[in-house]
Structures are given as C-alpha cells and as structure tokens.
C-alpha cells in the first residue's frame, strides 16, 4: 500500500473517530439522484465505493437493491455494519479490487475520485470498469472548480489543492471530469448543490457528477 493510501486511512479513521456519523444519517443529494437514474433502469445489484458509514448504501438497500460497498477506514466500516446490515461491506483499499467475483449492475461512488493523484484516478476507473458487466452504470461525484475551496491550500498537482491538511483534493472542472472517462460512454453530467452540516453549520458543496455506460 502506498504512503498516501496509509496516509488517506489514517485521515479517515481519524476523523471518523472524532465526528462519528459525519454527514449525518440522511444520504446525500446526489445519491436520490443517482437512485432515480438506476429505477429507469434495469437494475438489481450496485457497488457502492467509498462507502463511509453507509448512509448512502442505506438508501440503495432500503430499495430492494442488492448492495455491496468498500470502506478504507475501519472505523466507518464498523459504524456501516450497524447502520446499515442489509449491505455486505469490505473494509480495504477500493485500489486493491475485486473483493468479490461479482460483476455489478452500477457503481455509485460519492466523492472519492478527487482524492486520487492523476495517475491513480485511471487506474481506479478501470478497475471500476472490470467491475462492472458490460453496459453496466457508473455514477460519481467530485468536489468541481466551483467549490468556495478551490485554490486554496497547498497544490500538490494541476488543480488539486491540499485545502485540509492531509487531504488534498482534485477540483474538477466539466472538461477534466469528461476527459477522465475517456473509456466510458458519457450519458449526462452537471452539478448537484450538496448541503452538509457537520455539526457547525450548514454549508453546501457544488459537487459535478457524471452518469456513464461501459
């Protein structure tokens, strides 16, 4: 495993130690959406990556969908087996894929491409790919260059700002996030304004999504 996967690890179960159920228990916008898109659809199982304390895979599973999701911080994954047991979880490294032999239907991934190097994200999103079935569905958010964070903080690469320490971010912009999934037939893109409170106040992040086919 590479410094900076030991080191996202130890960010996460850092602050999953200290704020709990960050987010709080109700899923994020972005994954009503993304579940609106796969009901036109023929889906029965999804892969939801990042998975966190399963606030998002809770919304997929009270659906009648067959959910598995993938947490880096064992302390998230212990918290997700609690507040959500109708998903099986996985607490590793989504880079160290497959954890199963399961070819999925969709993958949901809620803000976790931006916290990969460039050359990382590629290698993430093939092994997305591999797991999905053919035409299989991929939808996933980013922090966009249209986040009041952006630019602020360390660049440690084009457009990715270390705006937390310990946590550098990609700040996508329409083209970036295209480009990205260049292997990928694109259905739709745009921006979801996500409204969090992490205890302190509300805020709302401008997150882009992108909807693709393999």
């Not at 199963?100 to 969709?106: E, H, Q, S, T, V």
């Amino acid at each position: 495993m590479s410094n900076y996967i030991v080191k996202m690890e130890n960010y996460w179960n850092g602050r999953f130690n200290k704020e709990n159920h960050v987010w709080g228990e109700r899923a994020s916008k972005t994954a009503y959406y993304a579940l609106d898109l796969f009901e036109e659809r023929d889906i029965q199982n999804i892969l939801v990556l990042g998975a966190g304390y399963g606030r998002n895979t809770k919304l997929f599973s009270s659906n009648n969908y067959d959910v598995v999701g993938i947490e880096i911080s064992d302390v998230a994954f212990n918290l997700a087996k609690e507040f959500d047991p109708k998903t099986k979880f996985y607490n590793g490294n989504v880079m160290e894929m497959p954890y199963d032999n399961k070819i999925y239907d969709a993958i949901y991934s809620f803000n976790l491409l931006h916290l990969f190097r460039e050359e990382d994200r590629e290698v993430f999103l093939n092994k997305c790919s591999n797991k999905l079935k053919e035409g299989g569905l991929i939808f996933i958010t980013a922090f966009s260059d249209q986040e009041d964070s952006f630019g602020k903080g360390k660049e440690v690469e084009k457009n990715t700002f270390e705006s937390k320490p310990g946590r550098p971010v990609h700040y996508f912009s329409e083209e970036d996030l295209i480009n990205q999934f260049e292997n990928f037939t694109i259905i739709e893109t745009g921006i979801i304004e996500d409204e969090e409170d992490h205890g302190t106040g509300a805020h709302t992040h401008s997150l882009r999504y992108i909807f693709a086919q393999k």
